[in-house]
């Protein structure tokens, strides 16, 4: 179109230009706006045959005697042309030069000719003194040459004459290092003589030295030179007994406290223990140094006292933060690997449970008005928690496909495990959930830790539980999934009393649940190999003899079930599994018979579900007893942060602001710490919600997109605050008024990001956990959170405080504002609920017999004479 753009005529009724018909036949609109313009193309102005014509003239009158008939010329050889034509050039720039060589000599002569006699005097003259002044010239370089010859001459002469010298020289120091070595080895000789006999005198001497000190030590352990032996330790010591737990040396080595444990210094990590484990309970002196109680054998060695349980407390704690490897441990203690695993059975539950009752605890809403930051007033959320989900990548167990299909995580595509952390806004963690397979989604997990809906602990039943059952270190259990499964020795010991015919144990026929199929898939999950069908068995299917349970007999039934199974897979092998089939399931329903809490290791889903239901119940909440410790340790930790022996932080303000009501259930269940508090009515004692109820239900509740619907899983209907979620990823992206809403929510979650920050501090918790670590887990994730409140907050409380700029310096006497206190709304009762009556909202309430929400006036339910009825199981 470009060629023939000044032309009149339409392109329709041009004829250089022709429409093609047929082009575009079968495509779609996308393909004809992708390719414009190509339905019309160019053509010749004249026809075909006139264009052939011409050219066949055209090609005559370049060729006139050509024969139509002759066969046409071959190709010529360009390299050829090239050459000829190269040789030509240099032909025709020679000629050039002779040419110009001759027109210059021509020029010359005619010139000479016209020249007059005194052009030629003076041409002459110019000649003669141009020859003069090259004659001198060649004077002048003769000359030069002259000098430069006689300067070479010169310093060839040196040159030899420094030869000469240098030679000499080399000949002299030759004889004077040859003299140097002799004389160097023959000192050298003695030298080692000498040093031989110092040696020999210096041994002497430092045995001499050791048998004086030995013997006035023993004389008196305490005397002078064993505080000279305590002190070369805690100056240039290691990690052992004599160091750990010495104050010198901790004066010297000012951050060991802050590596090992996880403390700012060791007078705090000492004040810390004496709260978490008071003496008077665990018998845990934080003074005890062992160094100072060293006794002596026969022979004259060292000694060291029994290990204490202050030791063993610490030693737990070391492992937890800083060595996860027993044998690492046992190493710097000089202790079997044995002897640390029994510590770490005593000591690794207690540590849990301090975890829980500092990560476990009850918010109000006047701790959340209280500790918001001006960051959150200004961005529109003043009353808000968050909740994030954490992975901790764990060891494959490749030995059982049913745990490894379990902990395998689609988010990492590794296997994990996986927990949840709810905290306030300035990162102090109040709830998580314990860890998981990381099968289980975030909204699974929400939902899980949510079932308990809104119901409050039995305060009612706390009252006096220090007086009537007090806490005892064995009182301090922590539960994981591990708790209630029997042990490979318990297990063995169960079947050996069912067999010997215990009376404690029916030992009837059991034939329920177990259940024995031909089906490829249902037996190889067991276990079980796929053997050939033309194989020579006999046909009578028979133990084998090298089994446990060769001594039974197999029933017709059982036989029958296992003929079943006869030409896929191997009688014995069958036989076997159906045998510890038998077996599980025996002592299963022993167990449940005698009332026994243990379960065998065995993954059904009644067991699950007992699981599941006593992780709900587990906790600080779980009874009067747990909850008095937990309240206890609280309020000796607060008495230390306002005396100031330990560093504020977030976990002192909670317990600052949450005073009130702590003295008041510490004097409601009859504890000593309550001071001189009043015992209050039962209407007075605060309520505590359980689990996921504790969040405020006026209180909205931030996550990620993950968290997405998951409202109606929360006890109290709490908005959801999430950032947009586009349906499709990949197709449409947020528009940015979308990004700039999000900003608000992105930005007050930065919390949660910390929290898990200074979880990973926790070693036990930092890279990939190995699976024989994986028992010690639960404990070290809840110690993890709950030593992460005892740091500095993320945003400091804002305009709500209660307390100055002043009390973060860990000033004693700092600052106290006033504020209103912000009252509890009761769980029971909702106003985002519905009636299940009536349907119509406002302040509903829950009974607590049918567990149904209703208005609280008798027209729509007796709350008093409320008649529950049988209750059906569907699956029943």
């Given at each position: ?665 510490l004097s409601w269940m009859g504890s000593e710490l309550a001071a001189s508090v009043p015992k209050p009515n039962l209407e007075d004692v ?191």
């Amino acid at each position: 179109m470009a060629c023939y753009k000044n032309r009149s005529p339409a392109p329709h009724v041009d004829l250089l230009l022709k429409y093609n018909s047929c082009m575009g036949e079968g495509k779609s609109d996308l393909w004809r706006i992708d390719n414009d313009g190509c339905m019309i193309r160019k053509s010749p102005f004249a026809p075909k045959e006139e264009v052939n014509q011409i050219a066949a003239r055209h090609q005559q009158s370049q060729n006139p005697q050509q024969d139509s008939g002759r066969t046409p010329r071959q190709r010529v050889d360009m390299s050829v042309v090239r050459e000829e034509s190269a040789m030509r050039q240099v032909e025709i720039d020679k000629d050039r030069a002779r040419k110009k060589a001759a027109r210059a000599e021509q020029r010359r002569i005619r010139e000479d000719e016209e020249r007059t006699p005194e052009q030629w005097n003076a041409k002459l003259s110019q000649k003669d003194l141009e020859n003069k002044m090259q004659e001198s010239e060649i004077n002048m370089q003769s000359g030069r040459i002259k000098s430069l010859q006689d300067q070479v001459k010169m310093l060839q002469d040196q040159l030899l004459e420094a030869k000469a010298i240098h030679a000499e020289d080399l000949q002299k120091a030759d004889a004077k290092r040859s003299a140097d070595m002799l004389r160097f080895a023959a000192e050298n000789n003695q030298l080692l003589e000498s040093t031989k006999r110092a040696k020999i005198d210096h041994s002497k001497s430092l045995e001499k030295a050791e048998s004086d000190l030995s013997k006035s030590l023993q004389n008196d352990i305490s005397g002078a030179g064993w505080e000279k032996v305590r002190r070369l330790f805690s100056k240039f010591g290691g990690l052992s007994r004599l160091t750990l737990f010495n104050d010198d040396w901790h004066a010297e080595h000012k951050e060991a406290a802050k590596r090992i444990w996880g403390y700012p210094s060791w007078k705090e990590t000492k004040h810390y223990v004496e709260a978490y484990f008071p003496q008077s309970v665990y018998n845990v002196d934080t003074s005890y140094d062992p160094s100072k109680f060293c006794t002596f054998d026969k022979g004259g060695d060292v000694v060291l006292p029994t290990m204490t349980e202050f030791e063993q407390c610490l030693l737990a704690r070391m492992f937890f933060r800083t060595f996860t490897e027993q044998e690492i441990v046992a190493l710097i203690v000089d202790k079997s690997r044995r002897r640390i695993g029994q510590i770490l059975e005593v000591w690794g539950p207690r540590w849990g449970n301090v975890g829980d009752d500092m990560c476990c605890i009850d918010i109000t809403r006047d701790y959340i008005f209280k500790e918001v930051s001006d960051l959150n007033i200004h961005l529109g959320r003043p009353r808000l928690v968050n909740v994030d989900g954490k992975d901790a990548h764990i060891a494959q167990k490749r030995n059982d496909t049913t745990i490894s299909k379990a902990t395998f995580s689609s988010k990492n595509d590794d296997d994990c495990t996986r927990w949840l952390a709810f905290s306030t806004a300035g990162g102090l963690t109040f709830e998580k959930t314990p860890p998981v397979a990381a099968r289980a989604g975030e909204r699974a997990l929400v939902r899980w830790w949510g079932s308990l809906g809104p119901e409050n602990a039995p305060v009612q039943e706390w009252e006096d539980v220090a007086k009537n059952e007090p806490w005892k270190a064995t009182d301090d259990v922590f539960w994981t999934a591990l708790t209630d499964v029997l042990s490979a020795a318990e297990f063995d010991d169960m079947m050996k009393r069912i067999e010997d015919g215990d009376p404690l144990f029916d030992n009837g026929a059991l034939d329920d649940g177990v259940l024995l199929t031909a089906q490829p898939t249902s037996l190889a999950r067991e276990g079980l190999q796929n053997e050939d069908s033309g194989d020579d068995e006999p046909d009578e299917p028979s133990p084998p003899e090298d089994s446990e349970a060769t001594n039974v007999e197999p029933t017709p039934e059982q036989t029958a079930a296992i003929e079943s199974a006869r030409r896929v897979f191997d009688v014995s092998a069958a036989w076997t599994m159906y045998n510890d089939m038998v077996q599980m399931k025996s002592v299963e329903k022993a167990l449940r018979d005698s009332g026994d809490k243990k379960r065998p290791p065995v993954f059904t889903p009644q067991i699950l579900e007992e699981q599941a239901n006593k992780a709900l119940r587990s906790g600080p909440n779980s009874s009067g007893k747990r909850k008095l410790c937990q309240l206890e340790r609280h309020q000796r930790l607060h008495l230390l942060y306002e005396g100031g022996q330990l560093s504020k932080c977030l976990f002192s303000y909670f317990l600052l602001v949450e005073e009130p009501n702590r003295l008041k259930m510490l004097s409601w269940m009859g504890s000593e710490l309550a001071a001189s508090v009043p015992k209050p009515n039962l209407e007075d004692v605060p309520r505590i919600p359980l689990r996921l109820a504790k969040i405020p239900e006026d209180c909205s509740l931030g996550g990620d997109k993950g968290f997405t619907g998951i409202e109606k899983s929360l006890p109290n209907i709490n908005h959801v605050d999430t950032p947009v979620q586009v349906q499709n990823s990949k197709t449409h992206r947020l528009s940015s008024e979308q990004i700039e809403s999000d900003i608000p929510i992105t930005t007050v979650r930065a919390p949660c990001e910390t929290i898990f920050s200074r979880t990973g501090n926790e070693a036990i918790l930092s890279e990939k956990i190995p699976y024989w670590l994986i028992r010690y887990l639960p404990m070290g994730q809840s110690l993890a959170h709950g030593e992460a409140n005892i740091r500095a907050p993320l945003r400091y409380p804002g305009r709500n405080s209660i307390v100055g700029q002043d009390y973060w310096e860990n000033v004693r006497e700092y600052t106290r504002i006033p504020q209103p206190t912000v009252g509890d709304l009761n769980v029971e009762t909702s106003s985002r609920r519905e009636c299940r009556k009536c349907g119509n909202g406002g302040i509903v309430r829950m009974c607590a017999t049918c567990k149904k929400w209703y208005h609280p006036q008798d027209a729509c339910h007796d709350f008093v004479h409320c008649n529950v009825g049988p209750v059906v199981n569907p699956y029943h």
